[in-house]
Protein backbone atom coordinates (compact mmCIF):
# COMPACT_ATOMS: atom_id res chain seq x y z
CA UNK A 1 0.00 0.00 0.00
CA UNK A 2 1.00 3.19 -0.50
CA UNK A 3 2.12 5.77 2.66
CA UNK A 4 3.38 8.97 3.40
CA UNK A 5 6.12 9.29 5.83
CA UNK A 6 9.20 11.17 7.12
CA UNK A 7 12.34 9.73 6.06
CA UNK A 8 15.54 11.20 7.03
CA UNK A 9 17.91 11.72 4.40
CA UNK A 10 21.36 12.62 5.97
CA UNK A 11 22.47 12.47 9.78
CA UNK A 12 24.47 15.81 10.65
CA UNK A 13 23.17 18.79 8.12
CA UNK A 14 23.31 21.96 9.76
CA UNK A 15 21.04 23.84 11.87
CA UNK A 16 18.70 24.83 11.37
CA UNK A 17 16.40 21.76 10.19
CA UNK A 18 13.78 23.88 8.98
CA UNK A 19 16.27 25.17 6.44
CA UNK A 20 18.53 22.14 5.64
CA UNK A 21 15.57 19.59 5.62
CA UNK A 22 17.31 16.47 6.18
CA UNK A 23 13.82 14.95 6.40
CA UNK A 24 11.84 14.35 3.44
CA UNK A 25 8.24 13.91 3.00
CA UNK A 26 7.66 11.20 1.02
CA UNK A 27 5.29 8.58 -0.60
CA UNK A 28 6.73 5.27 0.51
CA UNK A 29 5.47 1.72 -0.71
CA UNK A 30 4.59 -0.28 2.30
CA UNK A 31 4.07 -4.52 2.38
CA UNK A 32 1.43 -6.41 3.56
CA UNK A 33 2.50 -7.38 7.40
CA UNK A 34 4.62 -11.09 7.68
CA UNK A 35 2.89 -13.96 9.79
CA UNK A 36 4.33 -12.07 12.98
CA UNK A 37 3.33 -8.64 12.28
CA UNK A 38 0.78 -6.35 11.95
CA UNK A 39 -0.71 -3.06 10.23
CA UNK A 40 -1.00 0.01 12.16
CA UNK A 41 -3.03 3.09 11.07
CA UNK A 42 -1.08 5.89 13.35
CA UNK A 43 -3.13 8.01 15.11
CA UNK A 44 -0.52 10.27 17.01
CA UNK A 45 3.12 10.47 17.17
CA UNK A 46 5.88 11.68 20.17
CA UNK A 47 8.57 13.33 18.72
CA UNK A 48 11.48 12.70 20.86
CA UNK A 49 15.05 13.46 21.58
CA UNK A 50 15.88 9.77 20.54
CA UNK A 51 14.34 10.57 17.32
CA UNK A 52 16.64 14.24 17.45
CA UNK A 53 19.70 11.92 18.05
CA UNK A 54 19.90 10.14 14.90
CA UNK A 55 19.43 13.21 12.82
CA UNK A 56 22.23 15.17 14.44
CA UNK A 57 24.72 12.46 13.92
CA UNK A 58 24.86 11.53 17.94
CA UNK A 59 22.97 7.92 17.32
CA UNK A 60 24.30 6.60 13.33
CA UNK A 61 21.36 4.85 11.89
CA UNK A 62 21.38 3.16 8.74
CA UNK A 63 19.94 5.30 5.96
CA UNK A 64 17.45 6.78 4.58
CA UNK A 65 15.45 5.45 7.27
CA UNK A 66 11.75 6.39 8.40
CA UNK A 67 11.65 7.86 11.95
CA UNK A 68 9.41 8.07 14.58
CA UNK A 69 9.48 5.71 17.97
CA UNK A 70 6.96 6.80 20.47
CA UNK A 71 3.75 5.92 18.52
CA UNK A 72 0.31 4.76 18.43
CA UNK A 73 -2.85 3.47 16.40
CA UNK A 74 -5.80 1.68 15.23
CA UNK A 75 -5.11 -2.09 13.67
CA UNK A 76 -6.15 -2.37 10.83
CA UNK A 77 -4.67 -5.95 10.09
CA UNK A 78 -2.67 -8.71 11.26
CA UNK A 79 -0.38 -11.75 10.44
CA UNK A 80 -0.90 -15.36 9.79
CA UNK A 81 -0.09 -16.10 13.19
CA UNK A 82 -1.15 -13.26 15.48
CA UNK A 83 -3.64 -14.28 17.31
CA UNK A 84 -3.62 -12.17 20.68
CA UNK A 85 -4.55 -8.69 18.95
CA UNK A 86 -7.90 -7.93 17.16
CA UNK A 87 -8.47 -5.64 13.93
CA UNK A 88 -9.92 -2.38 15.19
CA UNK A 89 -7.83 -2.46 18.86
CA UNK A 90 -5.82 0.19 19.74
CA UNK A 91 -2.29 -0.61 20.61
CA UNK A 92 1.25 1.45 22.57
CA UNK A 93 4.36 1.03 20.15
CA UNK A 94 7.58 0.19 22.24
CA UNK A 95 10.35 1.09 20.80
CA UNK A 96 12.49 -2.11 21.99
CA UNK A 97 10.83 -5.18 21.29
CA UNK A 98 10.98 -8.04 23.79
CA UNK A 99 12.02 -11.48 21.93
CA UNK A 100 11.05 -13.68 25.64
CA UNK A 101 13.46 -15.90 25.01
CA UNK A 102 16.45 -14.73 24.94
CA UNK A 103 19.06 -14.16 28.66
CA UNK A 104 18.42 -10.47 28.66
CA UNK A 105 14.65 -10.80 28.60
CA UNK A 106 14.77 -13.27 31.63
CA UNK A 107 15.73 -10.07 33.98
CA UNK A 108 12.55 -8.66 34.29
CA UNK A 109 13.57 -5.38 32.34
CA UNK A 110 16.82 -4.93 33.85
CA UNK A 111 18.66 -5.50 30.37
CA UNK A 112 17.25 -4.63 26.68
CA UNK A 113 16.09 -7.75 24.48
CA UNK A 114 19.80 -8.97 22.68
CA UNK A 115 17.79 -10.11 19.19
CA UNK A 116 16.05 -6.40 19.66
CA UNK A 117 18.63 -4.09 20.10
CA UNK A 118 20.37 -5.86 17.39
CA UNK A 119 17.80 -5.89 14.72
CA UNK A 120 17.12 -1.74 16.04
CA UNK A 121 20.56 -0.96 14.97
CA UNK A 122 20.19 -3.37 11.80
CA UNK A 123 17.41 -1.23 10.67
CA UNK A 124 15.06 -4.15 10.54
CA UNK A 125 12.09 -5.34 12.51
CA UNK A 126 12.45 -8.25 14.62
CA UNK A 127 12.56 -11.27 12.34
CA UNK A 128 14.86 -9.58 10.13
CA UNK A 129 12.60 -8.39 7.61
CA UNK A 130 11.87 -4.60 5.94
CA UNK A 131 8.71 -3.84 4.72
CA UNK A 132 9.19 -0.17 3.47
CA UNK A 133 10.18 0.92 0.41
CA UNK A 134 10.64 3.65 -2.14
CA UNK A 135 10.73 3.57 -6.04
CA UNK A 136 11.77 -0.09 -5.54
CA UNK A 137 15.04 1.04 -2.83
CA UNK A 138 14.66 -0.13 0.66
CA UNK A 139 13.97 2.20 3.61
CA UNK A 140 15.10 1.54 6.57
CA UNK A 141 12.86 0.80 9.93
CA UNK A 142 13.76 3.24 13.00
CA UNK A 143 14.24 1.27 15.92
CA UNK A 144 11.31 -1.19 14.89
CA UNK A 145 8.39 1.05 14.66
CA UNK A 146 8.56 4.08 11.45
CA UNK A 147 5.57 5.59 13.45
CA UNK A 148 6.38 9.06 11.97
CA UNK A 149 3.99 7.66 8.94
CA UNK A 150 0.01 7.71 8.46
CA UNK A 151 0.64 3.55 8.71
CA UNK A 152 3.41 0.74 10.20
CA UNK A 153 4.16 -2.57 9.92
CA UNK A 154 5.42 -3.81 13.08
CA UNK A 155 6.41 -7.20 14.80
CA UNK A 156 3.52 -8.17 17.34
CA UNK A 157 6.29 -8.03 19.92
CA UNK A 158 6.56 -4.17 19.39
CA UNK A 159 3.55 -3.43 20.24
CA UNK A 160 0.82 -3.76 23.18
CA UNK A 161 -2.88 -3.19 23.45
CA UNK A 162 -4.94 -0.70 25.52
CA UNK A 163 -8.00 -0.05 25.61
CA UNK A 164 -9.26 2.26 23.37
CA UNK A 165 -10.51 4.61 26.27
CA UNK A 166 -7.02 5.78 26.07
CA UNK A 167 -7.00 8.67 23.97
CA UNK A 168 -4.26 8.03 20.93
CA UNK A 169 -1.75 11.25 22.44
CA UNK A 170 -2.27 9.70 25.46
CA UNK A 171 -1.45 6.08 24.60
CA UNK A 172 1.81 7.54 22.60
CA UNK A 173 3.60 9.41 24.98
CA UNK A 174 2.93 6.13 27.02
CA UNK A 175 5.19 4.14 24.54
CA UNK A 176 8.35 6.14 25.45
CA UNK A 177 8.21 9.40 27.67
CA UNK A 178 6.30 7.62 30.12
CA UNK A 179 7.59 3.90 29.92
CA UNK A 180 11.44 5.31 30.22
CA UNK A 181 11.04 8.17 32.51
CA UNK A 182 8.40 6.60 34.88
CA UNK A 183 9.57 3.14 34.28
CA UNK A 184 13.00 4.77 36.05
CA UNK A 185 11.13 5.90 39.31
CA UNK A 186 9.32 2.15 39.47
CA UNK A 187 11.36 -0.01 38.37
CA UNK A 188 14.84 1.11 38.86
CA UNK A 189 14.67 3.90 41.59
CA UNK A 190 11.92 1.37 43.85
CA UNK A 191 11.60 4.62 46.04
CA UNK A 192 10.43 3.90 49.81
CA UNK A 193 7.18 5.55 51.20
CA UNK A 194 8.05 9.42 51.61
CA UNK A 195 11.32 9.33 49.90
CA UNK A 196 12.68 12.32 48.49
CA UNK A 197 12.95 12.52 44.10
CA UNK A 198 14.58 14.83 42.24
CA UNK A 199 14.67 14.63 38.42
CA UNK A 200 17.69 16.22 36.35
CA UNK A 201 16.37 17.55 32.97
CA UNK A 202 12.97 18.37 32.24
CA UNK A 203 11.94 16.58 28.59
CA UNK A 204 9.12 14.53 27.43
CA UNK A 205 11.57 11.76 29.72
CA UNK A 206 11.84 13.97 32.80
CA UNK A 207 8.71 15.63 33.06
CA UNK A 208 6.80 11.96 32.79
CA UNK A 209 9.04 10.99 36.08
CA UNK A 210 8.34 13.87 37.46
CA UNK A 211 4.61 13.17 37.22
CA UNK A 212 5.20 9.37 38.02
CA UNK A 213 7.24 10.33 40.99
CA UNK A 214 3.97 12.93 42.01
CA UNK A 215 1.63 9.68 41.38
CA UNK A 216 3.14 7.56 44.13
CA UNK A 217 1.34 9.39 47.14
CA UNK A 218 -2.21 8.71 48.24
CA UNK A 219 -4.48 11.61 48.54
CA UNK A 220 -3.91 11.21 52.49
CA UNK A 221 -0.15 10.70 52.26
CA UNK A 222 1.32 13.20 55.02
CA UNK A 223 3.88 14.22 54.57
CA UNK A 224 3.94 14.88 51.23
CA UNK A 225 6.89 13.82 49.38
CA UNK A 226 9.52 15.99 48.28
CA UNK A 227 9.72 16.30 44.19
CA UNK A 228 12.34 18.57 43.21
CA UNK A 229 12.80 19.38 39.36
CA UNK A 230 16.08 20.47 37.52
CA UNK A 231 16.55 22.32 34.36
CA UNK A 232 18.33 25.29 32.86
CA UNK A 233 15.16 26.19 30.89
CA UNK A 234 12.59 28.83 33.29
CA UNK A 235 9.55 27.53 31.32
CA UNK A 236 10.24 24.09 32.01
CA UNK A 237 10.73 24.81 35.63
CA UNK A 238 7.44 27.05 35.69
CA UNK A 239 5.60 23.77 34.27
CA UNK A 240 7.17 21.79 36.84
CA UNK A 241 5.82 23.59 39.50
CA UNK A 242 2.59 24.01 37.76
CA UNK A 243 2.49 20.03 38.02
CA UNK A 244 3.11 19.89 41.60
CA UNK A 245 7.16 19.88 42.30
CA UNK A 246 7.84 20.93 46.08
CA UNK A 247 11.03 22.16 44.56
CA UNK A 248 12.40 23.89 41.69
CA UNK A 249 16.08 25.03 40.37
CA UNK A 250 18.48 25.72 37.71
CA UNK A 251 21.88 23.58 37.84
CA UNK A 252 23.14 27.17 38.15
CA UNK A 253 21.22 27.59 41.50
CA UNK A 254 22.25 23.97 42.37
CA UNK A 255 25.96 24.52 41.89
CA UNK A 256 25.32 28.08 44.31
CA UNK A 257 23.76 26.11 46.86
CA UNK A 258 26.48 23.84 47.35
CA UNK A 259 28.98 26.52 47.30
CA UNK A 260 27.52 28.15 49.75
CA UNK A 261 27.33 25.37 51.55
CA UNK A 262 23.54 24.50 51.60
CA UNK A 263 23.67 21.72 49.30
CA UNK A 264 20.33 20.20 47.54
CA UNK A 265 20.40 16.82 47.95
CA UNK A 266 18.11 13.67 47.32
CA UNK A 267 18.03 10.43 47.88
CA UNK A 268 16.69 9.63 44.70
CA UNK A 269 18.37 11.41 41.82
CA UNK A 270 16.67 10.88 38.32
CA UNK A 271 19.41 11.97 35.66
CA UNK A 272 17.27 12.63 32.34
CA UNK A 273 18.75 14.92 30.21
CA UNK A 274 21.33 12.88 27.85
CA UNK A 275 24.36 15.33 28.61
CA UNK A 276 27.49 14.53 30.48
CA UNK A 277 26.97 17.51 32.95
CA UNK A 278 24.06 16.84 33.63
CA UNK A 279 24.78 13.61 34.88
CA UNK A 280 28.01 14.73 37.00
CA UNK A 281 25.11 17.37 38.46
CA UNK A 282 22.52 14.21 39.41
CA UNK A 283 25.80 12.35 41.38
CA UNK A 284 26.54 15.06 42.72
CA UNK A 285 22.73 15.76 44.55
CA UNK A 286 22.67 12.37 45.43
CA UNK A 287 22.65 12.02 49.77
CA UNK A 288 24.51 9.47 51.28
CA UNK A 289 23.16 6.06 51.11
CA UNK A 290 21.02 7.44 47.72
CA UNK A 291 20.32 6.18 44.12
CA UNK A 292 21.74 8.01 41.04
CA UNK A 293 19.73 6.78 38.27
CA UNK A 294 20.74 7.46 34.35
CA UNK A 295 18.15 7.28 31.85
CA UNK A 296 19.35 10.05 29.74
CA UNK A 297 21.08 9.01 26.46
CA UNK A 298 24.06 11.33 25.89
CA UNK A 299 26.49 11.22 23.14
CA UNK A 300 28.53 7.64 22.43
CA UNK A 301 32.06 10.34 22.90
CA UNK A 302 30.42 11.83 26.20
CA UNK A 303 32.57 11.50 29.60
CA UNK A 304 31.97 12.39 32.48
CA UNK A 305 34.11 12.99 36.07
CA UNK A 306 32.87 11.69 38.93
CA UNK A 307 34.92 10.70 42.56
CA UNK A 308 34.76 7.25 43.60
CA UNK A 309 35.42 7.77 46.99
CA UNK A 310 32.54 9.88 47.29
CA UNK A 311 30.20 7.04 45.98
CA UNK A 312 32.36 4.24 48.45
CA UNK A 313 32.55 6.44 52.00
CA UNK A 314 28.77 7.33 51.63
CA UNK A 315 27.56 4.15 50.08
CA UNK A 316 26.00 5.84 46.61
CA UNK A 317 24.44 3.69 44.07
CA UNK A 318 24.62 4.47 40.27
CA UNK A 319 21.91 2.66 38.14
CA UNK A 320 21.68 2.79 34.35
CA UNK A 321 18.08 2.37 32.94
CA UNK A 322 17.26 1.70 29.53
CA UNK A 323 13.82 2.10 28.71
CA UNK A 324 12.98 2.63 32.33
CA UNK A 325 13.93 -0.95 32.92
CA UNK A 326 10.21 -1.61 31.93
CA UNK A 327 8.78 -4.79 30.68
CA UNK A 328 6.20 -3.28 28.06
CA UNK A 329 3.56 -5.16 28.33
CA UNK A 330 3.45 -5.34 32.04
CA UNK A 331 4.10 -1.60 32.70
CA UNK A 332 1.96 0.24 29.91
CA UNK A 333 -0.86 -1.17 31.43
CA UNK A 334 0.02 0.12 34.82
CA UNK A 335 0.71 3.44 33.31
CA UNK A 336 -2.34 3.71 31.64
CA UNK A 337 -4.48 2.74 34.83
CA UNK A 338 -2.50 5.66 36.74
CA UNK A 339 -3.82 7.85 34.02
CA UNK A 340 -7.18 6.60 34.22
CA UNK A 341 -7.41 7.26 37.86
CA UNK A 342 -6.25 10.58 37.15
CA UNK A 343 -3.22 10.18 38.96
CA UNK A 344 -0.55 10.41 35.95
CA UNK A 345 -2.18 13.46 33.95
CA UNK A 346 0.15 12.40 31.07
CA UNK A 347 -1.87 14.81 29.00
CA UNK A 348 -0.25 17.76 30.26
CA UNK A 349 3.26 16.90 28.78
CA UNK A 350 1.76 17.49 25.07
CA UNK A 351 3.52 20.89 24.60
CA UNK A 352 2.23 21.16 21.41
CA UNK A 353 0.65 19.68 18.15
CA UNK A 354 2.27 19.88 14.39
CA UNK A 355 1.55 18.35 11.31
CA UNK A 356 3.64 15.52 9.68
CA UNK A 357 5.21 17.93 7.01
CA UNK A 358 6.46 20.45 9.76
CA UNK A 359 8.71 18.17 11.15
CA UNK A 360 12.05 19.83 10.73
CA UNK A 361 10.80 22.91 12.56
CA UNK A 362 9.58 20.42 14.54
CA UNK A 363 13.48 18.90 15.20
CA UNK A 364 14.48 22.32 16.10
CA UNK A 365 12.23 23.20 18.77
CA UNK A 366 13.52 20.22 20.67
CA UNK A 367 17.18 20.67 19.45
CA UNK A 368 16.63 24.62 21.12
CA UNK A 369 14.94 22.97 24.82
CA UNK A 370 11.71 24.48 24.08
CA UNK A 371 9.03 21.43 23.91
CA UNK A 372 8.84 18.55 26.01
CA UNK A 373 6.16 16.87 23.79
CA UNK A 374 4.96 17.76 20.69
CA UNK A 375 2.65 15.49 19.04
CA UNK A 376 2.26 14.76 15.39
CA UNK A 377 -1.26 14.15 14.99
CA UNK A 378 -2.76 12.01 11.60
Not at 32 to 56: F, K, T
Request: aromatic share 2%; proline share 8%; glycine share 10%.
Amino acid sequence: MKITGAVLEEMSRPRPYAESKPISISELELAEPGPHEILVRIEAAGVCHSDLSVVDGNRPRPLPMLLGHEAAGIVEQVGSDVSDIEVGQRVVMTFLPRCGECDACATNGRMPCTPGSATNGAGTLLDGERRLSRDGDPIEHHVGVSGFATHAVVDRRSVVPVDNDVPPEVAAVLGCAVLTGGGAIINAAKPEPGEAIMVVGLGGVGMAALLTALSLDGEDAEPRREVIAVDGVADKLRQARDLGATQVYSPQQLAERAEAGDPVKAPIVIEAAGNARAFESAVAATAPGGRTVSVGLPSPKATSTISPLGIVAEARTIVGSYLGSAVPSRDIPRFAELWRSGRLPVEKLVSSRVPLAEINTAMDELADGHAVRQIITF
